[in-house]
């Protein structure tokens, strides 16, 4: 519990974001609810400023003229820290307005509603070989069996990958969520693997024009192409936006239904409850704990003087967890619930997740299938999770699929 030795001398818990494992603390979701009744703008033991409260996190959102992406997003950021190594390449994380708006455009209508219904048929067959390649009597890692494989099956078709080369993106995938926080032995090797890849992906889609690749070579930004090193770095935040978000979604979703076997069964006998109950995965699991921004002006937020050059830290989980917003029961799990307030789980304003139609929609027909088999699959043992600064996902998920 709370107040058991984790707080500091000044009456508050001890919070450091820069350090892997934070979101693995067992009052995790305790320290978030004292920070949204007691200091929803917390400086933290590392040099941050803790947003928890679902409307701020909302107002900062959607002011990037005061609150900017380019001077850095993740905690432990880069373009925050010049000796930090990770992620150098370009990326559409960092852009601020009027740049933001233009590259996006580029592939905003490959992500809307209507294009990526267009992908659901190819979608369920991939879902459908994953299950039957997993067996029911037995106990698998959900992870390494389907929540990992499924959506990076799905994102190498939009790269235009076979099949054989999805298991090094998954390989290289991780290596960049470790590279993030500087945690990984030897991450060069496969990060320089991995832009090789892309890169050549960049230059043969430029003549081809072909897939998603195709499509950033080929369209213009403003009056000029991208180059090869944007579209590269255009690629990888796909890539790995694309894949650790949705595995995250897929392995808590599960997780979540195992340990309430009555909304499992719910969704079994009415399937068509699943599009809502998928948000509420979402708002639950938050697969993304947190996103920054750069103060560029003297500001308050919620009545705290916040001084410019603050690196602002916007707790997603704590934001869906805000009984202002979700109600008293916010802290239950219930593929009911029904708000009029969006989750916070895809980030808000102009750098919402341009991914998200397509994260739903993997989600939805993962659990069609997977309840449609396997109605009262159930944990086989504790789960694993993921020691960063960004994702809080299962790292291995033990399960027995037949009932």
Do not use: K
């Amino acid at each position: 519990m709370v107040g058991t030795g984790e707080w500091g001398d000044g009456g508050g818990p001890d919070i450091r974001l820069g350090t892997p494992g934070f979101y693995l603390r067992p009052d995790y979701h305790d320290v978030l609810a004292w920070l949204r009744r007691n200091a929803p703008v917390y400086p933290t033991g590392d040099g941050m400023v803790a947003l928890s409260r679902y409307e701020d996190v909302r107002d900062v959102s959607r002011d990037p003229e005061r609150f900017v992406s380019g001077r850095g997003v993740l905690i432990n950021d880069p373009l925050r820290d010049a000796d930090s190594g990770g992620l150098g390449a370009f990326s559409i994380l960092h852009l601020d307005p009027p740049l933001h708006a233009a590259y996006r455009s580029v592939v905003n209508r490959m992500f809307t509603p209507r294009s990526v219904a267009l992908l659901e048929d190819r979608i369920r067959e991939v879902v459908r070989d994953a299950l039957d390649a997993v067996p029911a009597d037995e106990p698998v890692d959900l992870v390494g069996a389907l929540a990992a494989p499924i959506p990076i099956a799905v994102i190498a078709e939009l790269l235009g990958v076979d099949g054989s080369g999805c298991d090094r993106l998954r390989q290289w995938s991780d290596a960049i969520i470790e590279s993030a926080d500087g945690i990984s032995d030897a991450p060069a090797a496969p990060m320089g693997e991995l832009l090789g890849f892309l890169t050549d992906r960049a230059r043969s889609s430029a003549s081809a024009g072909d897939g998603l690749a195709g499509v950033l070579a080929t369209t213009p930004v403003g009056d000029r192409l991208l180059d090869e090193g944007e579209v590269t770095g255009f690629l990888l935040t796909l890539l790995v936006a694309g894949n650790e978000t949705t595995r995250t979604l897929l392995s808590g979703g599960a997780e979540a239904l195992a340990r309430h076997p009555e909304q499992r069964e719910a969704l079994t006998e009415d399937p068509s409850a699943l599009a809502p109950a998928v948000d509420e995965m979402l708002r639950w699991v938050t697969p993304i704990q947190a996103f920054g921004r750069t103060a560029v002006v003297d500001v308050e937020v919620a009545g705290t003087r916040v001084p410019a050059g603050t690196f602002l830290v916007m707790l997603y989980a704590s934001a869906n967890r805000d009984e202002a917003v979700f109600g008293p029961d916010a802290g239950c799990f219930d593929v009911r619930r029904r708000t009029a307030a969006p989750h916070l789980a895809f980030g808000f304003g102009e750098h919402v997740c341009l991914g998200s139609s397509l994260a739903r929609l993997e989600a939805r027909v993962f659990f069609e299938e997977l309840l449609a088999r396997h109605p009262r699959f159930r944990l086989a043992g504790e789960p694993t999770y993921t020691s960063s600064t960004l994702v809080n996902g299962a790292r291995t998920l033990p399960v027995v699929l037949g009932g």
